[in-house]
Structure formats: structure tokens, C-alpha cells
């Protein structure tokens, strides 16, 4: 019973901890600091790498893009050497979560994808390989970075179950069921055949 109760609370910490790093609103804050104003009033008023990108700043989407996903990376690697496997990926999931809906900004964050890529690469390195190579593929095929994204997303926990990574396989399918309500701007203007295109300018 002792034992239960304490990987009861362990989860329960490494969904606070994994939220509140997740939450770490990392395009606005470099966005700010380097002074391109509010990225919010531009482009997708997303915070993520792919906005900051629309400021004409590589190297901060660069940045962004490295940030969000260490802080999920992070998240899951401290409660991992800790507290265990669960309550890593517990952590890890969060920290997608508070990247998507940070308490800090009325719960309006980013898409979540690089996130993904972190907690991947943290708690189950060969998935991440294989989603990162779904994305790729993805992006050579279509030239469409969201549609990329969100095959990469599907990938993930397929690969995850057929390698007998039942944990794995249930937390990317439910981290994949929130990329894709995130996406779903994205998916309206798939369907539309109106997404941008890699290269391209938004029209």
C-alpha cells in the first residue's frame, strides 16, 4: 500500500513539475529579449519555433526550436532518474501540455510538435528516430510541415506498439490526440488544399 502511495504522489509531482517547465513560454520570451516585440501579434499568434520563424530570425526559431523540446526532454530525464520510467513519462507529457496551454498566457501556447520530439528522445530515443524520419519523408513527399508533423505524431505510437512499448504507445497516442486538436487550422487548410507549402510563403 506504502508503495502505491508513493507512485501516486510521484505521478502527481511529475505532472506539476512537467507543466510548469512545459509552461516556459520560450518563443515569446526570446522573441521579447531580442526585440521583435510580441510574436503573438504576428503570423499564426503562436508561440512556437514556426512563428518565430515569421520575425526573419533563424536563429531564434533555431533556439525556440531546441528550448521547447528540451524542456520536455528535461522534465522527463529529472523525474526519470528519480522517480522512475512512469512518472517520467507522466512528466514528460505534462510538459507538453503546459507547453500548449501555459497557465501564464490565459492557456494559449504552442502546437506542441517540438515537445513531442523532446519527451521522444528522453524516454524512447529509436521512436524518435523513427518519427523524426516519418517528418522528413513527410516533408520531401508533400512539402507541407504540419501534415509532416502530424504523420510523424501518428508514427510515433505505432512504432511504439509494434516494439513492445505499451507505455510509450499509450503516451504518444494521447500526446498525438492533442497535436492534432492543436492542428486543426492545419487539417481545415489540408483538406482545402490552402496549407503552405515548405519554401513558400503563406498566402
Partial sequence: MDFGITHFYDIICAL????????IPFGLILARLAGQGDIRDIGSGNIGATNVLRT?????????????????GVAALIFAKFFGFVP?????????????FPIWLKFKGGKGVATYFGVLFATA?????????????????TRMSSLSA?????????????????EIAIMGGVLAVIIFIRHTENIGRILAGTESRIGKKAK
Fill in 16 to 23: 506539476g513539475g512537467g507543466y510548469l517547465l512545459g509552461s
Fill in 56 to 72: 526573419g530570425r533563424k536563429d531564434l526559431a533555431i533556439l525556440t526550436l531546441l528550448l521547447d523540446a528540451g524542456k520536455a
Fill in 88 to 100: 517520467s513519462l507522466f512528466a514528460g507529457g505534462a510538459a507538453l501540455i503546459g507547453h500548449c
Fill in 125 to 141: 530515443w529509436p521512436i524518435a528516430l523513427i518519427a523524426c524520419a516519418t517528418w522528413i519523408l513527410g516533408a520531401v513527399l
Fill in 150 to 166: 502530424l504523420l510523424a505524431t501518428i508514427a510515433a505510437p505505432v512504432a511504439a506498439y509494434f516494439m513492445g512499448k505499451t
